[in-house]
């Protein structure tokens, strides 16, 4: 009775206000899953190499290493935000922001279950280009206006990268929408409906690798962190920065890497459908039910390749990460979306009875 009684009310709220609760809810659930990834990168870095990782700042006690976020973004509140006498005191302050807005406001169009998209969009595809590309502003802006060499070096070297590989990103998500016919993500979900065979992971392996290897290079992660290169150019573009305004850099980055993660699963890995579906055991039970929970492990998986990656490659110099962006990369997805086209003319693979 309850229950039906809390349906109601919350079906009867108009649509923004149904739109803002949701929106609060991502949002904190994503600021404690960005605090805890960096938690899990330094376990799993540290697996990796045969130590223990943090495991001092307890929880009530329990769970070594669980407080080691919480005691991180305290010390961070603690220490001044300094501005540099020369820099531009708005953009510096403003940067930041830049950085961080996108990687939120991105998840409004992101369809979290068969039921829950936030912003229903048509064009979702295309807000989503116009907001992953609008996060390298904030790394020129910081940059720039820190009025330093150190700084300005690292934030050239980051765009030129940054654009580099988001002209090989869009390619991919070109592949993408040729396979499902749609610009608006849910519809991208349900055409990859029929179990793991069907998702577009399959007839777009390239365009997959592409776009993750692109993806990571977007967020500045190992082993493309060059514009961080602190054995080079200090600490890159926000070498000036302290306190709670590199905070807001370091939350971008990890909110960047989930939704990189998010957006792998959507366009290739069936986003919230099943690994059971379309199977005749398992495929009408429980299990092959579409929810968020699948969509939550293909993201914790994806997470786990990104910090592999890391603990994997040393970093490459700045001239090999541009020649494959744009002599490796690019060039793949344009001949990868070629013969799309002529599997489409044919009606292979996704296009298979069309």
């Given at each position: 009775?309850?229950?039906?009684?809390?349906?109601?009310?919350?079906?009867?709220?108009?649509?923004?206000?149904?739109?803002?609760?949701?929106?609060?809810?991502?949002?904190?659930?994503?600021?404690?899953?960005?605090?805890?990834?960096?938690?899990?990168?330094?376990?799993?870095?540290?697996?990796?190499?045969?130590?223990?990782?943090?495991?001092?700042?307890?929880?009530?006690?329990?769970?070594?290493?669980?407080?080691?976020?919480?005691?991180?973004?305290?010390?961070?509140?603690?220490?001044?935000?300094?501005?540099?006498?020369?820099?531009?005191?708005?953009?510096?302050?403003?940067?930041?922001?830049?950085?961080?807005?996108?990687?939120?406001?991105?998840?409004?169009?992101?369809?979290?279950?068969?039921?829950?998209?936030?912003?229903?969009?048509?064009?979702?595809?295309l807000y989503v280009?116009?907001?992953?590309?609008?996060?390298?502003?904030?790394?020129?802006?910081?940059?720039?206006?820190?009025?330093?060499?150190?700084?300005?070096?690292?934030?050239?070297?980051?765009?030129?990268?940054?654009?580099?590989?988001?002209?090989?990103?869009?390619?991919?998500?070109?592949?993408?929408?040729?396979?499902?016919?749609?610009?608006?993500?849910?519809?991208?979900?349900?055409?990859?409906?029929?179990?793991?065979?069907?998702?577009?992971?399959?007839?777009?392996?390239?365009?997959?690798?592409?776009?993750?290897?692109?993806?990571?290079?977007?967020?500045?992660?190992?082993?493309?962190?060059?514009?961080?290169?602190?054995?080079?150019?200090?600490?890159?573009?926000?070498?000036?920065?302290?306190?709670?305004a590199f905070a807001?850099?370091?939350?971008?980055?990890?909110?960047?890497?989930?939704?990189?993660?998010?957006?792998?699963?959507?366009?290739?890995?069936?986003?919230?459908?099943?690994?059971?579906?379309?199977?005749?055991?398992?495929?009408?039970?429980?299990?092959?039910?579409?929810?968020?929970?699948?969509?939550?492990?293909?993201?914790?998986?994806?997470?786990?390749?990104?910090?592999?990656?890391?603990?994997?490659?040393?970093?490459?110099?700045?001239?090999?990460?541009?020649?494959?962006?744009?002599?490796?990369?690019?060039?793949?997805?344009?001949?990868?979306?070629?013969?799309?086209?002529?599997?489409?003319?044919?009606?292979?693979?996704?296009?298979?009875?069309?």
């Open positions: 009775m309850v229950l039906h009684t809390l349906q109601s009310d919350w079906a009867a709220l108009p649509g923004f206000a149904r739109s803002t609760v949701w929106i609060i809810i991502v949002t904190i659930v994503l600021i404690l899953c960005v605090a805890y990834l960096t938690l899990w990168e330094r376990k799993v870095i540290g697996w990796m190499q045969l130590r223990r990782g943090p495991n001092r700042v307890r929880i009530f006690g329990l769970l070594p290493g669980a407080g080691q976020p919480f005691a991180d973004v305290f010390k961070l509140l603690l220490k001044e935000v300094i501005v540099p006498s020369s820099a531009n005191k708005v953009l510096f302050r403003l940067a930041p922001a830049i950085a961080l807005v996108p990687a939120f406001a991105t998840w409004a169009v992101i369809p979290l279950s068969p039921r829950l998209t936030i912003a229903h969009i048509d064009a979702g595809l280009l116009s907001l992953t590309s609008a996060g390298v502003y904030g790394v020129i802006l910081a940059g720039w206006a820190a009025n330093s060499k150190y700084a300005f070096l690292g934030a050239m070297r980051s765009a030129a990268q940054i654009v580099a590989y988001e002209i090989a990103m869009g390619f991919a998500l070109v592949g993408v929408l040729m396979a499902a016919g749609s610009l608006d993500l849910d519809t991208i979900v349900a055409k990859q409906a029929g179990g793991p065979l069907a998702w577009n992971w399959l007839w777009l392996a390239p365009l997959l690798v592409v776009y993750f290897i692109s993806g990571i290079a977007e967020t500045n992660r190992a082993p493309f962190d060059v514009a961080e290169g602190e054995s080079e150019i200090v600490a890159g573009f926000h070498v000036e920065y302290s306190g709670m807001l850099f370091f939350l971008a980055e990890y909110a960047n890497m989930i939704l990189i993660a998010a957006l792998t699963a959507v366009f290739f890995f069936g986003g919230w459908l099943s690994p059971f579906d379309g199977y005749a055991v398992l495929g009408a039970t429980v299990l092959g039910r579409p929810s968020f929970l699948w969509f939550a492990l293909k993201i914790f998986i994806l997470l786990f390749l990104y910090l592999w990656l890391r603990a994997t490659f040393p970093r490459y110099r700045y001239d090999q990460i541009m020649r494959l962006g744009w002599k490796t990369l690019i060039p793949v997805t344009l001949v990868w979306i070629a013969v799309e086209g002529v599997m489409s003319y044919y009606h292979i693979g996704p296009w298979h009875g069309a």
